[in-house]
T-cell receptor, first 118, second 111 residues
Framework: GAVVSQHPSRVICKSGTSVKIECRSLDFQATTMFWYRQFPKQSLMLMATSNEGSKATYEQGVEKDKFLINHASLTLSTLTVTSAHPEDSSFYIC??????????????FGPGTRLTVT | LAKTTQPVSMDSYEGQEVNITCSHNNIATNDYITWYQQFPSQGPRFIIQGYKTKVTNEVASLFIPADRKSSTLSLPRVSLSDTAVYYCLVGEMDSNYQLIWGAGTKLIIKP
């Protein structure tokens, strides 16, 4: 149980275009999902926290107009990288926490999406 | 959020027990300690979580001394497939609980 999927697993896009990454909780409902970015040989960096039906909360330094997050259902959150630049190339990972919140704090992670912007 | 310090890297051999220690001198009363494993180009995987003393599950043990200023992840009889980065995280378990990631420890298991 507690499986999180991401699609696509890899994507290459041209500079200036937008790309959407999907994060799905397959066997549980997730009222809260988190988006992380990880550069090579670095740790995960939290980008934003999204709660179903409300606006995402972005971490300091993360441009909300560039990284659009939509959490429209209890099993799906999307991250859209708009006007992508080569420096946006990274490994994007989502995680989901089961909800409605009942004291289970564990986050279940997706397999990640490798984005390359050319 | 309490900061954690781990060794950058460690080497060991198949069949050995590996202990990875994490320092968290500023841990707060309500903070829990959680360890994750990450393979290259994959999302992290939960290993174990604890608050004090000792916790054991099917893959690892977590030892936490009384002052809780450090913790040790113990992996029994490692294999080559345990080569990964291991992260120690500390945070308060409430509805706003977020995971703040340190640098992690790159564990390399040799044959």
């Amino acid at each position: 149980g507690a499986v999180v999927s991401q699609h696509p697993s890899r994507v290459i896009c041209k500079s200036g275009t937008s790309v959407k990454i999907e994060c799905r909780s397959l066997d549980f409902q997730a009222t809260t999902m988190f988006w992380y970015r990880q550069f090579p040989k670095q740790s995960l960096m939290l980008m934003a926290t999204s709660n179903e039906g409300s606006k995402a909360t972005y971490e300091q330094g993360v441009e909300k107009d560039k990284f659009l997050i939509n959490h429209a259902s209890l099993t799906l959150s999307t991250l859209t990288v708009t006007s992508a630049h080569p420096e946006d190339s990274s490994f994007y990972i989502c995680s989901a926490r089961e909800g409605p919140f009942q004291g289970n704090y564990e986050q279940y992670f997706g397999p990640g999406t490798r984005l390359t912007v050319t | 959020l309490a900061k954690t310090t781990q060794p950058v890297s460690m080497d060991s051999y198949e069949g050995q027990e590996v202990n990875i220690t994490c320092s968290h001198n500023n841990i707060a009363t309500n903070d829990y300690i959680t360890w994750y494993q990450q393979f290259p180009s994959q999302g992290p995987r939960f290993i174990i979580q604890g608050y004090k003393t000792k916790v054991t599950n099917e893959v690892a043990s977590l030892f936490i001394p009384a002052d809780r200023k450090s913790s040790t992840l113990s992996l029994p009889r490692v294999s080559l497939s345990d080569t990964a980065v291991y992260y120690c995280l500390v945070g308060e378990m409430d509805s706003n609980y977020q995971l703040i990631w340190g640098a992690g420890t790159k564990l390399i298991i040799k044959p």
